[in-house]
């Protein structure tokens, strides 16, 4: 039974695991938290509401969102009738801090449905709070936690926009052809998958010098000039905001008046949009996901579980799972070598998401693969891995190349 996961002492979801089956340890000091990178998210009573959706999340446990490390984010998609979407981003704050700004609640029309997915720069975040039960929210598989990512109403949410998509009400923009004159990239190809692909979101916050913070809007940045922007180390924030812009491709956006720009992208759109549009390989999340791992094994109870939660269609229980690890590890070093070769030059020209990985989009792409070849433990396959770097002194890639011939995956 897949079940929300809501932390109090005197239930059995207090005591959750992470994917490896080591105990998630509460009640952490900061120095504690730091260490561990594991944290503690709030959610506010009825959070599919409007008030709801503009109560702050508290983020706890010894956890800050003035450290980078340790930073949550949370998203939501808001569907309506006649297949008109938007999109909100909730508030984080550290607990014991108050909101540098208060959010405004959104409006939601009568019918609607409404997403809410979170995003995690940590190790492990357990949701907490009356709200996760009222806002129909997962964050684990028993008690396995989902590491970073958890997500409330998905499966209301997600029945509906199908539901719409099928009725011709929720349109579904095309894809498009890049700059390189390929079909631009989705959440589903393995061009831009990684070791654990479909999770985070693309929310960014105002942090302040007082270590609160407020939505990230046009009207907060005026009113905050001296507040930076932290934001989640996020797939869906690579597709939106890096790589669609550098491939000259337009993302699937909409309304949104928690962005400076008035739109954006969502998870959920994200996923919407890879359903719809994905063609030839697609990639399905896989039971060698490090966040899918129970007990440090596949499992593809909990792997079905997050697939739930991103729209995506369940595994039948009798895959052979040491096979389906395998596939995910050959199609990746078959497909995204090509087509991150052929996009290296137009990538190079663009800033890198996390600059301590690679001094531009193109080195963090290459850096990206490979790692995720070793975290998905794809050499137990009699895999080799696709990506040679060049690293500077201290440790970032400044050059990359691509070994593009088809290997054979031996499970």
Known sequence: MIKAHVSYPDLAESYPFDPSGEPIRLHQTRFQAAATMNCTLVVPSYPLSPRGLARPWRLGDGCSEANPNLGAFVEATILSPGGRVSIYDPLVITNGTKPAVTPRPPRIPRGSQVIIETGFNGNNLVLEGAGAYQGKCIDAFGRSIIAQTAACNAKAFYQDANRQIAAGQLRIPPLGRGNDRQVCPTTRSFSLIDQDQSDNVLT????????????????????????????????????????????????????????????????????????????????????????????????IGKTNAYRMLTDQPPMS????????????????????????????????????????????????MGARLHASFVNLGCRAFCLHNPVRLWLSWRGVATAVAYNTARQRARP
């Not at 942090?207 to 180390?233: F, I, K, S």
């Not at 690579?238 to 491939?247: I, P, Q, S, T």
């Not at 063609?279 to 791992?293: K, S």
């Open 204 to 299: 960014m916050y105002l942090l302040n010098m007082h270590g609160q913070t407020a939505q990230d809007t046009a009207a907060n940045e005026a009113a905050l000039p001296r507040a930076r922007t932290v934001d989640n180390g996020s797939d869906n924030a690579l597709l939106g905001h890096f790589v669609d812009r550098a491939l000259g491709c337009k993302p699937f956006t909409a309304q949104d008046p928690t962005s400076p720009r008035g739109a954006d992208g969502s998870q959920a759109l994200n996923e919407l949009s890879a359903r719809q549009n994905q063609r030839g390989t697609i990639a399905m999340l896989p039971v060698d996901d490090p966040q899918l791992l129970a007990d440090g094994h596949y499992s």
């Open 317 to 364: 229980a009798s895959v052979n799972k040491t096979v389906n690890a395998a596939d995910y590890c050959q199609e990746m070093v078959d497909i995204a070598p090509a087509r991150l070769r052929l996009d290296k030059r137009a990538e190079a020209r663009f800033p890198s998401p996390v600059p301590s990985l690679g001094d531009n989009l193109a080195t963090f």
